[in-house]
């Protein structure tokens, strides 16, 4: 069946970086689009950036763009994102997640099938 395992969240001082990695499996992750989201207490989950099997385009939430980058390794079945100059803004719990299509869908609802997070915390 379709997995996805989100690892590499923990504590960092803002202005610091951390990777995040969505390991695949049970389904061919070359086809298919990639997101991640974040969701922290009070707020509903948000898209931060996805990427796309059919043409490897990227979409970055605003507040994101120029510090997050998105990356998809298929050889691995895994995508990463590397966030850096992180900001207390960007605590929360972060998921990754697919969906039937090739293509971005920057919307939570458009994705079948999730990991179950992983906390990234940014605190002095």
């Known amino acids: 069946q379709v997995q996805l395992v989100e690892s590499g969240g923990g504590l960092v001082q803002p202005g610091g970086s951390l990777r995040l990695s969505c390991a695949a499996s049970?389904?061919?992750?070359?086809?298919?689009?990639i997101g991640w989201f974040r969701q922290s207490p009070g707020k509903e989950r948000e898209g931060v950036s996805c990427?796309?099997?059919?043409?490897?385009?990227?979409y970055y939430l605003d507040s994101v763009k120029g510090r997050f980058t998105i990356s998809r390794d298929n050889a691995k079945d895994t995508v990463y994102l590397q966030m850096n100059s992180l900001k207390p803004e960007d605590t929360a719990v972060y998921y990754c997640?697919?969906?039937?299509?090739?293509?971005?869908?920057?919307?939570?609802?458009?994705?079948?099938?999730w990991g179950q997070g992983t906390q990234v915390t940014v605190s002095s």
């Open positions: 997640a697919t969906r039937d299509r090739s293509w971005c869908q920057k919307e939570a609802y458009a994705y079948e099938y």
């Open positions: 990427v796309s099997a059919s043409d490897g385009s990227t």
């Open positions: 049970g389904f061919t992750m070359d086809y298919y689009a």
